[in-house]
């Protein structure tokens, strides 16, 4: 146990101090000429596309660069040199190269402007694949993933839905009855809305972001139940949007179903779930796949509910194109997610909550491991309608996460 609180305390204190990171442009450029008179310039945007187009045309920013021949290094996120550019002194020739895929390619024009959009062209068709292995790269190394590797992407999103809804299960019981029932928490049949946001602190710079939730859900029997939820997500970072959103399908079945004070009772829910998260700013998007398995073992005790959650996620890219788009989502990551929640109920319509989760992703990820405390109270408005609010934050090396959410749900 001591080991585990040494762990806490370090992650919690790495994750504080990016609280007083700089808030910064997401992208930079730092070029310098090749030939003739040293010249150097830097410049930093919230669109990557922009920066990239401007550099290649020496438009903008980098009209000093004109006629010139060229060497420049893109910092995506936190990571310096994510892209190696060179061009020519016309804009007819380009070499671009991506250190951590060890890729280089070569693009011929016959004016600035094709060579601009052959090298787009290439990004958003041709090389598809090998600009899926850039942004696989990039969410294993820089904070600003946007379909993996840190608390606020894609596959976090999915992963944190069923963990939370059939793990921790936030929203409220339903005080007035013998004892609580899980199942009735998630498939009474349900309605659950949930929106919520907060601020975020990173390598990179300061943001926030705002999520959503709609669920429904319906009871078979006793003991079986299904539930479909679609979350969604915005995030801003420096100027620099994206936009993320799932469907999940989850079949709750209760294994042990409570009988009574001082017993206990287990909810085990598969899930099936398919996502896609997209930004133009930062030239990167993606879809994908996957499942996730989630056990809520909860004690019932004089008034008490201690709740034990865990839960397993894998998530697997997808390859999608028409026209001349194509998309390749180059994702292979499992989750594991481990929490305790304790709730205390004060007479048939009011409760307190608060609970902790540890967040291991096991492929490479910007933000592999962190924590997440959350706190709560909920209200029962009548025998079908309740409301919860609640905090909840990420902690985890570098990059902190305080938010809040509103949850409430309707049976009918």
Request: no cysteine; charged share 15%; proline share 5%.
């Amino acid at each position: 146990m001591a080991a585990w609180v040494k762990r806490l305390a370090w992650v919690v204190a790495l994750g504080a101090s990016s609280a007083i990171a700089r808030a910064a442009d997401p992208f930079s450029v730092n070029a310098q000429t090749t030939s003739g008179s040293p010249q150097a310039v830097t410049a930093s945007g919230s669109s990557l596309p922009d920066l990239v187009s401007n550099l290649i045309k020496s438009e903008s920013q980098f009209a000093p660069l004109a006629d010139r021949n060229i060497s420049a290094g893109l910092r995506y996120g936190n990571v310096n040199n994510a892209i190696i550019i060179t061009r020519n002194s016309t804009g007819t020739s380009a070499t671009v190269s991506i250190p951590s895929i060890n890729f280089q390619k070569n693009f011929t024009a016959g004016n600035s402007h094709d060579l601009n959009k052959q090298v787009e062209d290439f990004a958003r068709k041709n090389g598809a694949s090998t600009y899926g292995r850039f942004i696989r790269s990039i969410d294993q190394q820089s904070d600003l993933g946007l379909i993996d590797g840190n608390p606020l992407a894609a596959t976090s999103l999915l992963a944190g839905q069923a963990y939370y809804q059939f793990g921790l299960l936030p929203e409220p019981f339903q005080p007035g009855q013998r004892w609580p029932d899980p199942l009735d928490q998630v498939a009474v049949p349900r309605l659950s809305f949930d929106l919520g946001g907060g601020a975020t602190h990173s390598a990179t710079g300061n943001g926030y972001f705002g999520r959503g939730e709609f669920s429904f859900g319906l009871r078979f029997s006793d003991r079986v139940g299904l539930a479909l939820a679609t979350p969604f997500l915005y995030r801003e970072i420096g100027g620099a949007n994206s936009f993320e959103a799932g469907e999940e399908v989850s079949l709750p079945i209760l294994l042990l179903p409570p009988n009574g004070d001082r017993t206990f009772s287990w909810l085990l829910t598969p899930t099936a779930s398919g996502g896609a998260a997209g930004s133009l700013d930062m030239a990167s998007g993606g879809t994908f796949v996957g499942g996730s398995i989630t056990s809520s073992l909860s004690y019932q005790f004089s008034g008490f509910i201690f709740t034990l959650a865990d839960h397993f996620s894998y998530f697997h890219g997808l390859t999608v194109g028409g026209g001349r788009y194509k998309l390749d989502t180059d994702l292979e990551q499992e989750i594991f997610k481990n929490g305790v929640k304790v709730t205390r109920f004060f007479g048939n319509s009011l409760f307190i909550d608060a609970g902790v989760t540890y967040t291991n992703s096991l492929q490479k990820a910007a933000v592999r491991e962190y924590w997440s405390p959350e706190a709560g109270v909920g209200y029962r408005f009548s025998e079908n309608a309740g409301l919860r609010v609640g905090y909840a934050g990420d902690f985890g090396p570098g990059f902190v996460v305080n938010g809040g959410s509103v949850q409430f749900y309707f049976n009918y």
